[in-house]
């Protein structure tokens, strides 16, 4: 059926072609700054846009207090495990790979040591002063994995982090004592005998940041929402390369996070629009998502034209797709791309309000 109805949208552009998403689809969002949109001459209101998801280093008063007074809800993405900079600046955070070398980067992402601790008290402290200048509406974790990249058709996938810190917290958790030897001895080793053990606290680690930055939230801000963006991956993909390469364990999150935000970016990835509802069908049922109970599901699709184009009636594909399943919510990638394309704006107020 949804196949069918993605061959309706390709027939024509604009309104006529999307039609209002259903009513339990409350949130509907956009990420990016809306300076773009607002320079374009267009309110959020009179496009349906009740949330903006906003880089939170493009946060300003100014933009949170228009958005609000244009009746948008504003929630902060937060880096999380970007790794670009920091590591030139401190290479005892770079990740290692098993070889016992730093690894580069994934071709455009540059990870970082997740148990590096100046890394995560930098990155602490930055929540910290973002919760207290902002009357934000939440925080979205963003680079929730460790070093790899998955948003290319063939994914960049290291096995890391074999520094220090990772071997001795390794071993801390989980008492396991490593031989003796280099950094390529023990990765070896590990790979060969406790790779079951590696693979588990690898998701631990990411898991144990998602706790920590709750609580921050909990304690600076309570009531607001933590969200994760996320590899749009099954558990068999790639050889399971979610959880195995990543660390991403979907039901460790989950009591951990208020809303799932798979990244599901067609293009970038190589896959047809219909993917996306498959996808988002998929992820409702894996997680026994159902609407109205935490964690919810908003997902992000996409809207910007690289690698290569994105079309209006594309757009409104897979922004159906991203509606289906038991979605309660929806953004696109990017405010931008819709604000510069006058047939995207088109099929956004109709998807968002109808006309």
């Known amino acids: ?40 001459g267009a309110r959020l209101d009179e ?47 770079w990740p290692i790979n098993e070889r016992g070398e730093r690894e580069p980067p994934a071709t455009w992402f540059m990870g970082v040591c997740p148990t590096e601790p100046g890394f995560r008290a930098f990155r602490m402290r930055e929540l910290d002063r973002l919760l207290e200048r902002f009357e934000i509406d939440g925080v979205w974790m963003d680079y929730v ?21 990772c071997l001795a917290a390794f071993e801390a958790a989980t008492g396991i004592r490593l031989p003796e030897g280099g950094v390529s001895e023990k990765a070896r080793w590990i790979l060969a005998n ?3 053990a590696w693979r588990d606290w690898r998701c631990r680690v990411l898991a144990d940041w998602a706790a920590e ?19 749009p ?28 935000s798979p990244m599901a970016y067609h293009a970038r990835m190589g896959r047809p629009a219909s993917w996306v509802g498959d996808y988002i069908e998929w992820f409702s049922g894996r997680l026994g998502i159902e609407r109205g109970r935490r ?35 929806l953004m696109m990638f990017t405010l931008r791309s819709v604000a510069e394309d006058p047939e995207k704006m088109k ?9």
């Open 145 to 165: 994995h460790w070093h790899a990249q998955f948003e290319d058709p063939r994914p960049v996938l290291p096995e890391t982090c074999f520094s220090p810190t």
């Open 1 to 40: 059926m949804r196949r069918l109805l993605g061959m309706w949208l390709l027939i024509g552009l604009g309104s006529e072609a999307a039609g209002e998403l259903p009513p339990q689809i409350a949130v509907r969002g956009g990420y990016a700054s809306p300076k773009p949109f607002w320079e374009a």
């Open 213 to 231: 930055m709750r609580s921050i939230i909990s304690r600076k801000r309570p009531g607001i929402l933590l969200g994760i963006y996320h590899a």
């Open 194 to 196: 406790r790779e079951t």
């Open 47 to 93: 496009y349906g846009i009740n949330a903006v998801f906003v880089h939170s280093g493009s946060l300003s008063t100014e933009l949170v207090t228009r958005a609000r007074a244009e009746g948008a809800k504003v929630y902060a993405e937060f880096p999380t495990l970007n790794g670009k900079g920091y590591v030139d600046r401190h290479p005892e955070a």
């Open 295 to 329: 964690p919810h599901l908003w997902p992000i699709v996409q809207a910007h034209g690289e690698p290569c184009m994105v079309s209006a009636s594309e757009f409104a594909e897979v922004m159906r797709g991203g509606a289906s399943g038991q979605a309660s919510g």
């Open 347 to 355: 099929v956004l107020r109709a998807l968002y309000r109808g006309r």
């Open 233 to 260: 991956w099954t558990d068999e993909e790639f050889g399971g390369a979610r959880r195995r390469i990543l660390g991403l364990d979907f039901d460790l999150l989950a009591p951990l996070v208020d809303v799932f």
